[in-house]
């Protein structure tokens, strides 16, 4: 793509037309006189080709019949010859001008969607499995650009074809032109009833094989647990399940074409006999030449077959149709406004946070966090302690307003939170998430992705120094030009979690999330990022997020939750003074690292 090219040149979220037919004319802005000129080349070829049958009629009647010969035989040829190359010509300007449109319309829905996509809210992505979505934005554009390609321009080949040759036909007798008609309403009925049956059935299909894929996706991104589960058998049929339910669909969709076909291959064998036998019963009483005969056999060739073809056309059309709708029902959703606020600060935050009795539900389930209140002076240090499901990253997501909280006021710096853009938190707000994700790039890209603006080497290798990851990196061949494959299979964890972390240092932001960072690596390691991250920490307002209470005890606050609400709060030291769920915490934490230490002693 060239650099000048813009990525988004239409915007295809404002195409939310009822109608299927006009978002796809959306679709085709900037394309339509290009497409409308594919459209018209194909109809001169039609005339190109009709003409080739007439001059074939003149020629037997008058020239070998009648010998009136008043253009030799040459000149003659030179016509045929010329018409096959125009029709020739003209066709490859259609389908080459047809295919080039069609690409470019799949490219436009293709940078639309993903930048759509990108755009969508965290709740969005919750509830949508990643298969399906990928389902769409490859399979379904796929089958839209083949409308465009090969449906859109065959139906308006078959309307010239058919046109033109029933004039054509028509000036050689107007009876023998009606009764090429007799089958037109029975093909239609045939296939406007096939359409809307295929169509839930296309449809159903399409969502199957968006399971298998979510299957697959998850597999191949979970190998690891299933290998080390040992529960390949258990996937394997699973998969086979999945698959055999999409083979039994697809053969419901195949039989019903199966039947389509034949049922129109009958009617329209049926046609061109009756044709046959009322154009031979014409030319043998003399009502028509044989010149005309013989164009006529030619020319209900191309009205006949054209017109059981438009069956095929409905039928692939539909599944493009059923395609497009589930494209567009992701442009249907509301994107994430990321600049959106009523108040944009001109300075960096400083860090105070006030939650005050906030309450979160999502749409339409009971409350996850329940009258939640705390203070956060600048610079502080708060650690966030409790049970698996407890609402501890769900109470971390709404600072960032990746969720939106129902009730209660959150406010950064007194401002209300819900009136700051989503993009200057975001900008602010670092985190390092309790699973790393990294990029199929190198080292150091991953490293410098958190940040928008250029950074130098060394900025990034001071980066890497305070999350101890430098050495490790420079012990690879490539430094930090290794790449890294999906999800950095080719690094252990701790070494996937540090880099994370650089990601995090590198990006320099005024409030730090730290869920669970230090999970992923050994005691070490862990002594070395903690000894690290004091420095870091100094001056910025930090959350913890862990559930070992031995890496948060020289937190500034402590705040201990249960379900969804705030059960205790404090210093380390006033929490496991006190009866509570933080005291048991400690105590079980406490008794098994002695434990650990006695058998170690043994060994």
Not at 10 to 38: E, H, I, P, Q
Request: with cysteine; net charge positive.
């Amino acid at each position: 793509m060239k650099s000048s090219e813009k990525i988004i040149d239409y915007d295809l979220t404002s195409a939310r037309s009822k109608r299927k037919l006009v978002n796809l004319w959306y679709c085709m802005s900037g394309y339509r006189v290009r497409y409308l000129f594919a459209i018209l080349s194909q109809g001169l070829s039609t005339v190109c080709k009709t003409s080739v049958y007439l001059l074939l009629s003149w020629f037997i009647d008058n020239w070998l019949i009648l010998k009136i010969r008043t253009f030799p035989i040459a000149v003659i040829a030179a016509g045929l010859l010329l018409l096959a190359v125009l029709e020739g010509m003209f066709s490859y300007f259609a389908n080459s001008t047809a295919n080039y449109t069609a690409e470019r319309i799949a490219l436009r829905i293709r940078n639309n969607l993903f930048n759509h996509i990108q755009r969508l809210s965290f709740a969005y992505h919750a509830k949508v499995d990643t298969g399906d979505l990928i389902q769409r934005s490859t399979s379904d554009v796929d089958a839209i650009r083949r409308f465009f390609s090969e449906e859109a321009i065959g139906i308006g080949r078959i309307l010239f074809l058919f046109i033109i040759n029933f004039t054509a036909i028509y000036r050689i007798h107007p009876t023998l032109a009606f009764s090429t008609l007799i089958i037109v309403p029975l093909v239609f009925l045939v296939a406007v009833g096939f359409f809307r049956n295929i169509s839930k059935k296309y449809d159903a299909y399409q969502n199957q094989d968006a399971v298998i894929s979510s299957l697959l996706q998850e597999n191949l991104t979970g190998v690891r647990v299933v290998k080390a589960f040992a529960r390949q058998e258990f996937e394997i049929r699973k998969y086979e399940q999945e698959n055999w339910k999409k083979y039994q669909l697809g053969k419901r969709l195949l039989r019903m074409e199966a039947f389509f076909w034949p049922s129109t291959d009958l009617l329209c064998g049926a046609q061109m006999a009756i044709s046959f036998i009322i154009g031979a019963f014409f030319a043998i009483d003399g009502k028509i030449s044989v010149g005309n005969f013989v164009a006529f056999l030619s020319l209900i060739i191309w009205i006949i077959w054209p017109i059981r073809n438009m069956g095929r056309i409905i039928v692939h059309m539909s599944r493009a149709l059923i395609s497009f709708q589930r494209v567009m029902d992701i442009f249907k959703e509301d994107q994430e406004p990321l600049d959106k606020g009523s108040y944009l600060p001109q300075k960096d935050p400083k860090g105070y946070i006030t939650l005050d009795h906030v309450c979160f539900a999502y749409q339409n389930e009971e409350e996850i966090l329940k009258d939640i209140s705390f203070s956060v002076m600048p610079g502080q240090v708060v650690a966030i302690i409790g049970s698996t499901g407890s609402g501890k990253s769900t109470l971390m997501n709404l600072l960032p307003r990746f969720y939106e909280y129902t009730s209660g006021s959150i406010k950064l710096d007194d401002i209300e939170l819900n009136e700051l853009p989503r993009s200057y938190l975001r900008k602010h707000i670092g985190i390092v998430e309790q699973e790393p994700f990294l990029f199929s790039r190198t080292i150091g890209e991953n490293i410098a992705y958190g940040v928008s603006e250029k950074k130098s080497q060394s900025e990034i290798e001071e980066a890497a120094k305070a999350a101890s990851i430098h050495e490790n990196i420079l012990s690879f061949k490539k430094g930090y030009n290794t790449m890294v494959g999906e999800r950095g299979v080719t690094l252990s964890g701790g070494q996937k979690q540090r880099i994370a972390i650089a990601r995090t240092l590198l990006k320099n932001p005024r409030i730090l999330i730290m869920d669970d960072a230090t999970s992923s690596v050994d005691a070490d390691t862990e002594s070395d990022i903690q000894s690290a991250l004091k420095n870091l920490m100094r001056n910025r307002t930090t959350f913890i997020i862990a559930h070992r209470i031995q890496t948060i005890q020289e937190a500034d606050l402590i705040l201990v939750m249960d379900k969804g609400r705030i059960i205790q709060s404090g210093t380390h030291q006033d929490l496991i003074n006190q009866e509570g769920l933080y005291q048991k915490i400690f105590k079980i934490q406490t008794r098994i690292e002695e434990e650990l230490e006695k058998e170690m002693c043994c060994d």
